[in-house]
Each structure stands twice: as C-alpha cells, then as structure tokens.
C-alpha cells in the first residue's frame, strides 16, 4: 500500500477525530478513561487553524499529526500525532515526522515539543525525542505525562 502526505481539509474533522480516538484506544484505555480524553482529541475548526493538520491517505485516511509553530520562540509543539491502529508499523508515523521536520525548518523553527502519551514514548525517542520532565494531563486531573523535546538541526 502506498501513502501520501498532504494537509488535512475542513471537512475532514469528524475523520480527524475519529482516527484519534481509536489510535488512542488502542493503547488499551477503558471508555472510561477515553470519555476524559473526548475534548482534548476532537479536532475543531479552531485547532485546524491553529496549527498545520498533515494526514497520511491511501485509499483513506490512516494517520494524522499537527505542528503549532511558535515563530516568536523558533519552536514549535507537535500535536495529534495518530495512526490509525490497523496501519501502525508500516511508516506512517515516519512519513508524517519527515513532513513535520520538513514544515519546522522551513518556518526556521529550532525545536519540537511534546506531551507523549506514555505508549507512545519508545517511538518518539526512536525520532530523537528526549525526555525532558513531566507535563500535566490535559484531560486527567492528577495524571502526569512526558515531556519531550527534540532540537535542530538534528545529527
């Protein structure tokens, strides 16, 4: 199966969503725990005009990830960082970091951050994350998730 990396469109949000709320289940969350998670993963208009939305599609989409760049600060946070669960281990989530770099240094952003889902942490220093210290959940009160970071230019 081939892929291709393009912006995410308006109409695309429920899509958007939806493919993060099975990615992030897949981690092994009860309903529970993903009704906590519901806000902070749906994809709005606002949050699309805020930061770039790339996807990775086929014959649809299958993973999605979102840069907010801080030209001010030269850095920039990655947000929304999903494959779809039936689509991980094929490069996808490599795809869309390659685009993300590629947006970063092209704005002459100087680092990345992040606030990693702890499932997610092996992958994102396989990238060349590092952790840097704890962030608190923005869905769980009194959870606390990694934060991570990655400068440039990258060795």
Known sequence: MTFRIRRARLDEIDVLTKLSLRSK??????????????????????????????????????GCACLVADLSKRTGEVHAFFIDPD???????????????????????????????????????ALGFKSVGMSPSGSIEGRSIPYMTISFPMA
Request: with cysteine.
């Open 25 to 62: 289940q897949s981690n092994g969350y009860d309903d529970a725990f993903m009704e906590a998670c519901r806000e902070e993963l749906t994809v709005t208009e606002e949050r699309m005009q805020c930061g770039e939305y790339w996807v990775a599609e086929s014959d649809r989409v299958r």
């Open 87 to 125: 689509n991980q281990r094929q490069g996808i989530g490599r795809m869309l970091w390659q685009k993300l770099v590629e947006r970063a240094k092209q704005e002459g952003l100087m680092s990345l951050h992040l606030d990693a889902d702890p499932f997610a942490v092996p992958f994102y220093e």
